[in-house]
Every structure is written in structure tokens, then in C-alpha cells.
């Protein structure tokens, strides 16, 4: 089946620094690939959407310039939450869209910002 | 609005079946998905429904009416393993993202 990885699995970092997380599709070329962020014992909530080659398309209440999405390729989409703080500690997946329109989810990245 | 209502949580014990309902209102209906999620680990798939009616996979089965804007997910012969949050998704139009429920956290104990 399809793969998605994210990398790192995990990151701690500094109240004010950026993190960057990356997201591949390994044996398929995603075509769109979306970002959610899931808090403690809550669900899936879509960040944004990120097309290769374009501009991500934001959901309502996300902020398009703390969190930054790149779609450089049709296997790779990263996001930057920058200038991060403590309430952006969370748990981020991302899901990979290949033209046969399934979607399939990376493990995740647990982000702990001190 | 979007909207995916499932219930919060529920208990089992081994052996037995156990349903999950979910109830959805959206902008557009293009299938209902169905997932397990773990403490700390991503969804994985467990299900897909797009017309009416159940879906057998093994233990998991999976029902859809879409006039009611209903779904249930039915686990049979219930494991430990199966403790677990189980995730409603909804996508509205082909090729956009999973709409997700809050999920129903299941505890089976023996």
C-alpha cells in the first residue's frame, strides 16, 4: 500500500524558535496533500490543504504566516510553525492524495514547544 | 456548517459486538470513511462507504444510509487490542480533505 512518512516523529523546542516537519509520499506522487492538527483526546482538525506547484489554501482560523506550507514536489510538502509557543504543542498530521483521490495519513509529529 | 456527531465513549467486554454510530450533516456527501487510532499514533484505515448499505471486512463491518446521513461501524468478537478511538470521517467533494468527528474512545476489558 501507499506510503507516507513524516519527519521527526517528534520535537521538543524553545518557546519563540521555528520547527519545521516534513511530510513524503514514498512509493506515489501526491498530488495534494493536507495538514491536520489533533490536540489531546480531541479529533482531526484540517489546517490547510497544499496543492504541488501552488499557494495552500488555509482553513478559517489558522494563521497562513505562523504556519507556513510548502508543496515544492509532488512527494514532499513541509510545514513551519514559526514562532512557536506553548499552545501550538500538538500532535500534526499530515495525509498524502494520490490521483486515484484515497487519502493516506503519515504517523504523526508530536510537538512540544517549553 | 460541516458536522460529524459520534458518541464519546463507550465500553465492551471481550468477545462481544459492539456498535458505533456516527451521524453526519454536510455541505456534500462523497463517502464515509472509517478509522483506528491509538494513543499517540496516526489514524489507520478501516473502512470506506460511498453507497448504502454494510461492508464487511473480517470483524469490521461498516453501514451507510445517506438519506439518513447515518453510518455505524459494528466490531464482532471484541479484543483487547481493539481499545482504541475510532474516527468518523466524512469528505464532502471528491478530492478534498476527511472531515473528522471527535472519534469514540471504545475500552474493552476482559
Known amino acids: 500500500g501507499a506510503v507516507v512518512s513524516q519527519h521527526p516523529s517528534w520535537v521538543i523546542c524553545k518557546s519563540g524558535t521555528s520547527v519545521k516537519i516534513e511530510c513524503r509520499s514514498l512509493?506515489?506522487?501526491?498530488?495534494?496533500m493536507f495538514w491536520y492538527r489533533q490536540f489531546p483526546k480531541q479529533s482531526l482538525m484540517l489546517m490547510a490543504t497544499?496543492?504541488?506547484?501552488?499557494?495552500?489554501?488555509?482553513e478559517q482560523g489558522v494563521e497562513k504566516d505562523k504556519f507556513l506550507i510548502n508543496h515544492a514536489s509532488l512527494t514532499l510538502s513541509t510545514l513551519t510553525v514559526t514562532s512557536a509557543h506553548p499552545e501550538d504543542s500538538s500532535f500534526y498530521i499530515c495525509?498524502?492524495?494520490?490521483?486515484?483521490?484515497?487519502?493516506?495519513f503519515g504517523p504523526g509529529t508530536r510537538l512540544t514547544v517549553l | 456548517g460541516q458536522n460529524i456527531d459520534q458518541p464519546t465513549e463507550m465500553t465492551a467486554t471481550e468477545g462481544a459486538i459492539v456498535q458505533i454510530n456516527c451521524t453526519y450533516q454536510?455541505?456534500?456527501?462523497?463517502?464515509l470513511f472509517w478509522y483506528q487510532q491509538h494513543a499517540g499514533e496516526a489514524p489507520t484505515f478501516l473502512s470506506y462507504?460511498?453507497?448504502?448499505g454494510l461492508e464487511e471486512k473480517g470483524r469490521f463491518s461498516s453501514f451507510l444510509s445517506r438519506s439518513k446521513g447515518y453510518s455505524y461501524l459494528l466490531l464482532k468478537e471484541l479484543q483487547m487490542k481493539d481499545s482504541a478511538s475510532y474516527l468518523c470521517?466524512?469528505?464532502?467533494?471528491?478530492?478534498?480533505?476527511?472531515?473528522f468527528g471527535k472519534g469514540t474512545t471504545l475500552s474493552v476489558s476482559s
Open positions: 495525509s498524502a492524495r494520490p490521483l486515484n483521490n484515497e487519502q493516506f
Open positions: 470521517a466524512v469528505r464532502a467533494q471528491a478530492g478534498t480533505a476527511l472531515i
Open positions: 462507504n460511498v453507497l448504502d
Open positions: 497544499s496543492n504541488e506547484g501552488s499557494k495552500a489554501t488555509y
Open positions: 512509493d506515489f506522487q501526491a498530488t495534494t
Open positions: 454536510t455541505s456534500g456527501f462523497n463517502g
